[in-house]
């Protein structure tokens, strides 16, 4: 199984940044897609960005203009640059990446990383 393994998270003051990684275990080349999901305490988990394998990405309203997402595929990992965080942003962040194969779609996650906008 595909190992995901998220860094970056941390507490930052409303209206700053923060930069966060999924390294993969394996060639993240060919897998159809990766994003990053998240979710608050008492809430439901939501879709945050997605990247294609050829680089086409999508954004929640909620973030257009202020995460990106994007791929390296030399290092094998995928990153999320997160700016103008408010403090609904607070959630733990999880990378996904799903795989299509002849019995349907497969998906992987990471165990999640913490990201807390207070002062």
């Known amino acids: 199984q595909l190992q995901l393994v998220e860094s970056g998270g941390g507490l930052v003051q409303p209206g700053g940044s923060l930069r966060l990684s999924c390294a993969s275990s394996?060639?993240?080349?060919?897998?159809?897609?990766m994003g990053w999901y998240r979710q608050a305490p008492g809430n439901e988990r939501e879709l945050v960005a997605t990247?294609?394998?050829?680089?086409?990405?999508y954004y929640a309203n909620s973030v257009k203009g202020r995460f990106t997402i994007s791929r390296d595929n030399d290092k094998n990992t995928i990153s999320l640059q997160m700016n103008s965080l408010k403090p609904e942003d607070t959630a733990v962040y999880y990378c996904?990446?799903?795989?299509?194969?002849?019995?349907?779609?497969?998906?992987?996650w990471g165990q999640g990383t913490q990201v807390t906008v207070a002062s």
């Open positions: 394996a060639s993240i080349v060919n897998i159809n897609t």
């Open positions: 996904n990446a799903k795989r299509s194969s002849w019995s349907g779609i497969m998906n992987d």
């Open positions: 990247i294609t394998r050829g680089g086409t990405t």
